[in-house]
């Protein structure tokens, strides 16, 4: 989980905050993404912690 608040699948995707909105789209991109660079401009300013987000994207082979 990259952002604090919990959301699930069954979450409507216009029901989410800004966090978890980032948060889903860093996601998307480590999953589907080929790229082994990612650029995201402010992740700190979505409510995503550095360190979670190190280690998720580590876990996929990719940098941010």
Excluded at 18 to 28: K, N, P, V
Excluded at 42 to 61: M, P, V, W
Aim: with cysteine.
């Amino acid at each position: 989980m990259l952002a604090d608040e919990w959301f699930g699948p069954e979450t409507p995707v216009t029901s989410l905050s800004g966090g978890q909105s980032r948060a889903l789209m860093i996601a998307d991109t480590a999953f589907l993404s080929s790229s082994p660079v990612v650029l995201i401009d402010e992740i700190e300013n979505a409510g995503i912690d550095r360190n979670k987000r190190s280690r998720f994207l580590s876990a996929r082979r990719k940098s941010c």
